[in-house]
């Protein structure tokens, strides 16, 4: 399982959407996935982000639930069937975000690793959050609730203080071919140790 974390704008759909496009390529059997996901309390989520943020604890409620759904209808079928998960935020948003309201980041890594697969490679897009706001600008959104930039650099902050021997940071304010080529390797890495079911 491969998972790409970073701030609001940091490239990780793009950087998703390149691996896919290697898998294909490649013919590595993948599936693809994010969070908060398309469920019920994922939606809810979404709607808050821009309806009005909910309080901190029902935030934690809401993405636990929803991570526990995803681990359970998508993450843990695939990764049974030998599939490579590939994840556009994991619980590690959820320790740097809910972390960056007052929650304890390494109790909620603690909590999630209790229910939730680790990954093999955790790929996190480190970027200044005025660029990550500017980013969202120029591709014509406008950032939402979660997106506040002194928020965004606490969450920065947790995030580069995750300590996991999976956890490679890349420099995202470089060119995008320069982030995708850098997340490749790093990926392809991981799947060179990685035994084949087939
Ligand atoms: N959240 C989520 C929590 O609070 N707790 C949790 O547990 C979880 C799982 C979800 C929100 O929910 C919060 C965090 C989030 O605030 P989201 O739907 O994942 O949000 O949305 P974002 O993270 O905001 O995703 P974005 O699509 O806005 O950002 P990305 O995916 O990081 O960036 P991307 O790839 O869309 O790129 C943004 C723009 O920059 C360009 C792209 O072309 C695009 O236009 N770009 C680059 N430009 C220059 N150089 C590069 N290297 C570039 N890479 C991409």
């Not at 991981?190 to 035994?195: A, F, H, R, S």
Request: contains cysteine; hydrophobic residues 40%.
């Amino acid at each position: 399982m491969i998972v790409i974390e970073g701030i609001d704008g940091a490239g990780k759909s793009t950087i998703l959407n390149a691996l896919g496009v290697y898998c294909r390529e490649n013919a590595i059997d993948a599936v693809l996935s994010r969070e908060p996901t398309k469920g019920q309390w994922g939606q809810k989520l979404r709607d808050s982000a821009l309806k009005g943020r909910l309080s901190l604890e029902e935030e934690l409620e809401l993405f636990l639930r929803d991570r526990a759904e995803h681990v359970q209808s998508l993450i843990a079928p695939a990764l049974a069937e030998g599939k490579v998960v590939l994840l556009d935020r994991y619980y590690f948003s959820t320790a740097a975000y809910q972390g960056a309201r007052g929650a304890d980041p390494q109790e909620i890594l603690r909590a999630n690793e209790q229910f939730a697969p680790q990954p093999d490679l955790v790929l996190l897009l480190d970027l200044d959050p005025c660029a990550g706001r500017s980013r969202i600008q120029s591709r014509g959104d406008t950032p939402d609730a979660f997106e506040e930039e002194e928020a965004l650099a606490r969450v920065r902050r947790i995030f580069l203080s995750i300590e996991r021997p999976y956890l490679v940071k890349l420099d995202a304010s470089e060119p995008s071919d320069s982030v995708r080529q850098k997340a490749l390797q790093a990926f392809q890495r991981v799947i060179d140790q990685k035994p084949r079911l087939d």
